[in-house]
């Protein structure tokens, strides 16, 4: 299992993602509820100039759930390119105008340090988000996320069956999709 501390002391370093870790960034608006309920109980990085807070996850930890993180693309980002930097808080900077450790108020240490665990982070997310938006479903033609205000229903194809799935609109043409009847037509 892998670990991570930041350097002792107050003050910051910009550091290079994905080099000890990769970063999950959400707007501060989910943040009460993320932490108040609980959901992930880790060190993050609270950012105010951006209303933004950051976890630190392990490296390519988030790849397995390309999908889950695809889910709730509009309100959480994954950054893991190594051309990206992010400034990271020393141990003692808990607090200030510019970046700095939010804490647990009970904080007995973590096997991993500093490190967030990605799927549980996920996990929190989705939940939280909830209060922004709903999370995305999958488009059954490109398989890439399509967001309520954007996708439509249409009958897929399986076998000798077809079903009702969302697409995106440009998808469902380009694969001559045919629209569902209605529900409780005649
Ligand atoms: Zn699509």
């Not at 709730?72 to 390119?81: D, E, K």
């Not at 973590?110 to 209060?131: F, K, M, Q, S, V």
């Not at 469902?172 to 629209?179: G, K, P, T, V």
Request: charged share 20%; proline share 12%; aromatic share 10%.
């Amino acid at each position: 299992m892998s670990e991570w501390f930041p350097p002792p002391g107050d003050g910051l370093s910009t550091m290079q993602v994905g080099r000890s870790w990769d970063v999950v960034q959400a707007p501060g608006t989910v943040a009460p509820w993320i932490r108040s309920a609980g959901f992930v109980d880790t060190a993050h990085i609270i950012c105010p100039a951006d209303e933004c807070l950051l976890w630190l996850v392990p490296c390519g930890s988030t790849e397995p759930d390309r999908w889950a993180w695809e889910r709730i693309s509009r309100y959480a980002t994954v950054r893991t390119g190594h051309d990206d930097a992010i400034q990271v808080p020393h141990a003692d900077q808990t607090t200030g105008p510019g970046p700095h450790w939010g804490r647990p108020d009970f904080w007995p240490g973590n096997p991993r340090g500093y490190l967030t665990d990605a799927l549980a982070l996920n996990t929190g997310l989705e939940i939280a988000t909830l209060i922004i938006g709903p999370p995305a479903h999958r488009c059954a033609v490109c398989e890439r996320a399509v967001w309520p205000d954007e996708y439509q229903l249409a009958l897929v194809p399986r076998g000798p069956t077809a079903y009702r799935d969302y697409a995106h609109p440009l998808c469902a043409r380009a694969a001559q999709l045919q629209a569902p009847a209605a529900e409780h037509g005649p």
